[in-house]
């Protein structure tokens, strides 16, 4: 029973005239089923191990496949395959290649145009005939005993509005030979072609199709390929194969032909085999033997393949007429990951559309096997670049040079261009564009000032008309610093944290007592054993650095905490009971702290996860009279922001209220009593009620916490029951006392809650 399958080829059209669609198949994946899908008797065919269609019948008969096509939609195209015929043809054993047929079942079809392959005889000819109305008609006649044998032969039978010809070659790399030409007298309708075959028992295993194509005439088409990954150096093997391969994309809108086209590097060179390569597919290049464990179907070996040096080189790929279709210089550090460059990791392209230099267009692969060989990049990028470039940073290099780094690769015309401006007068400069990876952290415009950039001043630059690869512009203005190294009494240890929570970690807060832009790269802290390098580069003027081997526990325990005022720090080991840390620049002590466990306020009973804050930036680092335990009411630490506990020129305590009144109702407006208040000592209790004119209690605010020297308390209007206070004049009365008798501070304000009218 035969199986008949149909597949309809759809084609677009690029311009008025119709555009054939291409239809190939060289039976690389093994199977009838992908890619081009065949119909017909296909039990009785198979996909032999050299990859190729193989009659495989039980027994003599006919046996037809059949695919469909467009040809009918274009006056030029083109028709190859590859067959083989191992036995001599006779009138009982001969072959037949339908290029158009009405009906699937070719050997029935009514209207044909076929070549014929045998018959009687010793003078066997290959012989295209034309069939209408069921009648065949004899059109021409190919050199006599050409078939006569067994043979194996390339075929192209080419159409040009109603001329045709038929070459031959016995190999890829051979001439082709001219068989047969004229003028067709019509050319039949119908959607079907294949391959039929008319065979005794004896060789019923004889007859054998490949490289299969009908569409354009191919010596027309440009090939789009591109080389788009790279495995130079395959160990250590992260999951891939131990072998080195090339990848190559069809980014056309026709199959491509591989073979004949030539792979080359510094030393040496290669030609590609037999394969179609779709549009929008991707094939792995290795070398003879090295396919096993890549995907078969994608995969094609390659002798004599290149061997790809490690830290780079230039490869090219050109086709059968030495025209060059892409080339690739890539170099080691492409990868653009320290990691991976050293092997088991393949390079990657980005983007097919990038205009731009190869090396920002490459990187190490992402995948974890350590490359995606047949597959879609995992750092493919599809869509053409629409944002425009901006400055991401501003580096001083030097007393005289500043570093502008992009986020993307630029246009270097744009660079040498644009307008520059600065609100200082800096002098003459001069433009240095570099390579988005040539010097480290990727600047791309170095300029060089005639004069020294003045210290811990910000400098404002205005750049007009930016350009990056793709011609998007863009104006900005970015501000420059040039930092300066902190002297003794500059940088300041102004909180620590040595007894963290059991599943929390030590951290120090650095404070900026100056009016200077400090570089902190030279710095380092330490315990008087070990001492670690800081992270982070600088720090502004009165500006606070909490440093943390864990900074997701600061925001954890201290919400309140800016995570742009925290960094990742290794820190050396701080006692709980006491210990010492010292802040270095370049080996020169800036601050040193010998806390004590003792320090802290004696009204803590645990001061597991309580930090000691300095009280006075201006009172010298040593004295414990300067170090407090952080109130109760910031979390019992403040990394990042301004202490708890502060000890100022005024002393005297202050206590007001934002406005007099307030309405509780969600409006949006005064919806908050907000009460200020600043203490004249650290390490005061605070007790604070809300009273009735008559003396009732209402709210109790605060009972006995530990406070900071400043704050806000807010009270919402709810009360001691949970319901919202009434209308009318109430009393707040706020206390806070010290460990030290002498020290007190009491004060009471009156207020109204009203609603708006």
């Known amino acids: 029973m035969r199986l008949f399958l149909l597949l309809f080829f759809l084609s677009s059209a690029c311009t008025p005239r119709p555009v054939l669609a291409q239809v190939f198949d060289d039976f ?69 290649f339908y290029l158009v047929a009405n009906q699937s079942d070719l050997l029935l079809a009514d209207q044909a145009l076929y070549l014929e392959f045998g018959e009687a005889g010793s003078q066997d000819a290959p012989k295209l005939f034309c069939r209408q109305n069921g009648i065949d008609s004899l059109v021409g006649v190919g050199p006599a005993g050409s078939v006569a ?32 030409s004229g003028q067709l007298p019509w050319l039949p309708a119908g959607p079907y072609a294949g391959l039929s075959c008319i065979f005794t028992s004896a060789n019923s295993q004889g007859f054998y199709l490949d490289d299969l194509y009908v569409g354009p005439p191919l010596e027309q088409q440009v090939p789009n390929l591109f080389i788009t990954e790279l495995m130079a150096d395959p160990e250590p093997q992260q999951g891939l194969p131990n072998a080195e391969f090339i990848e190559i994309y069809n980014a056309g809108t026709n199959a491509q032909q591989l073979n004949g086209m030539v792979l080359s590097d510094a030393t040496g060179s290669c030609t590609l085999p037999s394969y179609w390569l779709q549009p929008g597919s991707y094939a792995t290049l290795v070398g003879t033997g090295q396919s096993s464990g890549f995907n078969p179907s994608k995969t094609i070996e390659v002798s004599a393949f290149t061997s790809l040096n490690n830290t780079g080189e230039t490869i090219q790929l050109k086709n059968a ?14 990868y653009q990951d320290s990691a991976k460059m050293n092997g088991g990791f393949s390079l990657e392209r980005c983007s097919l559309l990038d205009p731009c230099s190869a090396a920002d267009n490459w990187r190490a692969t992402q995948a974890q096997l350590g490359g995606t060989p047949g597959l879609q990049n995992s750092v493919f990028e599809a869509a053409p670049d629409t ?54 952290n990727g600047a791309q415009l170095l300029l060089i000032f005639e004069n020294p950039i003045p210290k811990s001043e910000p400098i404002e630059v205005s750049f007009v008309a930016l350009k990056d690869c793709w011609a998007n512009a863009r104006n900005q203005q970015i501000t420059f610093i040039r930092y300066e190294a902190p002297q003794p009494g500059d940088l300041l240890l102004n909180e620590i944290l040595f007894d963290p929570p059991s599943n929390g970690s030590d951290f120090i807060e650095l404070y900026n007592a100056s009016q200077k832009y400090l570089d902190l790269k030279q710095c380092s802290i330490g315990n008087g054993l070990a001492t670690y390098d800081l992270t982070k580069p600088f720090i502004s003027p009165h500006d606070y650095l909490a440093l943390c081997p864990d900074t997701s526990f600061l925001s954890l325990y201290y919400p309140n905490t800016p995570s742009e005022k925290t960094a990742f720090q290794t820190l050396p080991y701080f006692y709980n009971d006491s210990g010492t840390c010292i802040l270095y620049n370049n080996g020169i002590i800036l601050d040193k702290l010998n806390y004590k ?32 335990s952080a109130a109760q009411n910031v979390g019992f630490a403040s990394p990042g922001r301004s202490n708890s506990q502060q000890i100022g020129a005024k002393q005297i305590g202050s206590l007001y209220l934002t406005q007099p009144e307030f309405s509780p109702d969600q409006d949006g407006y005064h919806d908050f009593l907000e009460i200020q208040y600043e203490l004249p000592a650290p390490n005061m209790l605070v007790q604070a009620e809300i009273y009735t004119l008559g003396g009732n209690l209402v709210k109790n605010l605060v009972i006995n916490e530990l406070f900071g020297t400043k704050g806000v308390l807010i009270w919402d209007g709810s009360t001691e029951y949970g319901t919202i206070a009434t209308n009318g004049i109430y009393i707040l009365e706020f206390k806070a006392f010290s460990t030290d008798p002498s020290v007190f501070f009491n004060r009471r304000l009156s207020f109204a809650r009203c609603i708006k009218r």
């Open 597 to 628: 466990v003792t320090w802290h306020s004696p009204l803590i009973i645990d001061t597991e996860g309580v930090s000691l804050e300095r009280l006075d930036a201006t009172a010298p680092t040593q004295n414990p009279n300067n170090w407090f």
């Open 321 to 334: 007429q030495g025209l060059l279709l892409d080339h690739v210089a890539y170099q080691l550090n492409w």
């Open 28 to 96: 690389h994946d093994q199977s009838l089923f992908q890619g081009l899908l065949w119909g017909g008797d296909i039990g009785a065919f198979t996909t032999n191990s050299n990859r190729q269609l193989q009659l495989s019948a039980a027994s003599a008969g006919a046996a037809n496949l059949f695919f469909a096509h467009q040809l009918n939609n274009s006056s030029n195209w083109e028709c190859q395959f590859w067959l083989r015929l191992n036995f001599s043809p006779s009138s009982l054993n001969f072959g037949r």
């Open 387 to 440: 944002l425009a470039p901006f400055v991401s940073f501003a580096e001083v290099r030097d007393s005289n040079q500043v570093a502008f780094v992009f986020t993307e690769p630029m246009d270097s015309a744009s660079l040498a261009l644009c307008a520059i401006s600065f609100d200082h007068n800096l002098g003459a400069f001069t433009r240095i564009a570099l390579h988005y990876l040539q010097i480290q």
């Open 149 to 180: 044998a067994a043979f194996q032969l390339f075929f192209s039978f080419k159409y040009n509005n109603g001329a045709f010809t038929l070459e031959t070659k016995t190999s890829t790399a051979a001439a082709s030979n001219l068989w047969l």
